[in-house]
């Protein structure tokens, strides 16, 4: 499934031109693999046309915090 279809996009905003805003929720608030999710949700998102940076925010999970910094560092 993709993250579209599991419901964890929860909001996508352009701040500035090719600036983009991406926050998810991963599937529980320990999820293992939430930081790679970030990483690979980061990814996608710089490959659309016009997209210069890609910020990806996590919200509900345990190490969230840490998540976006090492995410958006």
């Known amino acids: 499934m993709?993250?579209?279809?599991?419901?964890m996009i929860t909001n996508v905003k352009e701040e500035e031109p090719?600036?983009?805003?991406?926050?998810?929720?991963p599937t529980s608030p320990f999820c293992?693999?939430?930081?790679?999710?970030?990483?690979?949700?980061k990814?996608?998102?710089k490959k659309v046309s016009?997209?210069?940076?890609?910020?990806?925010y996590c919200r509900g999970h345990a190490m969230e915090q840490q998540i976006n910094e090492m995410t958006n560092k």
């Open 2 to 7: 993709t993250f579209a279809e599991m419901q």
């Open 18 to 25: 090719g600036v983009v805003k991406v926050e998810f929720i």
């Open 32 to 41: 293992p693999i939430a930081f790679k999710l970030a990483a690979d949700i």
């Open 43 to 45: 990814n996608a998102a």
């Open 50 to 56: 016009g997209v210069k940076k890609a910020l990806v």
